[in-house]
């Protein structure tokens, strides 16, 4: 979904998404982030950690979390800060659910930003990552 700065109102939702993430994903994340944790990726070990398998990253889905703020910033914004916090582990094969409200909007003369706040659940609906941006119109 793109946005006009003009057209958002505080309050307002982000379209929600939904991944299943597969372990193909996580390989390349591994790849691309060098995040090489064996809970990533071996379920052996992620049960003798007490885990109930293998884990998500979760700087992956904050990645997903950024590129929501983006997409949702388009095609004249840009996303010019995220924070995150991690609250949850999320197994390997759950729904991922990106979501996400306006926090706040301000327009002055000298900028037009918007405050998102995010969050991704797990199939109980726990949230697994929070997060906050900004973005710059």
């Not at 929501?68 to 388009?74: E, N, P, Q």
């Not at 949850?88 to 706040?104: C, R």
């Not at 998102?116 to 906050?132: H, I, P, Q, R």
Request: include cysteine; charge should be positive; hydrophobic fraction near 40%.
């Amino acid at each position: 979904m793109t946005s006009v700065f003009e057209n958002i109102t505080e309050g307002q939702e982000i379209a929600c998404q939904t991944l299943i993430l597969s372990s193909r994903d996580l390989v390349i994340w591994a790849g691309a982030s060098g995040d090489y944790n064996p809970i990533h990726y071996d379920k052996d070990l992620a049960l003798k950690k007490g885990l109930p398998g293998v884990v998500v990253p979760g700087q992956l889905a904050g990645a997903m979390l950024g590129k929501l703020a983006s997409g949702f910033a388009r095609p004249s914004g840009r996303l010019a800060k995220l924070s995150l916090s991690y609250k949850k582990m999320m197994p390997l094969g759950e729904s991922l659910v990106l979501k996400g409200i306006v926090s706040s909007k301000t327009d002055t003369p000298e900028s037009k930003t918007l405050g998102l706040k995010l969050w991704a659940e797990d199939t109980a609906g726990d949230k697994t990552v929070t997060a906050s941006a900004v973005i710059v119109y």
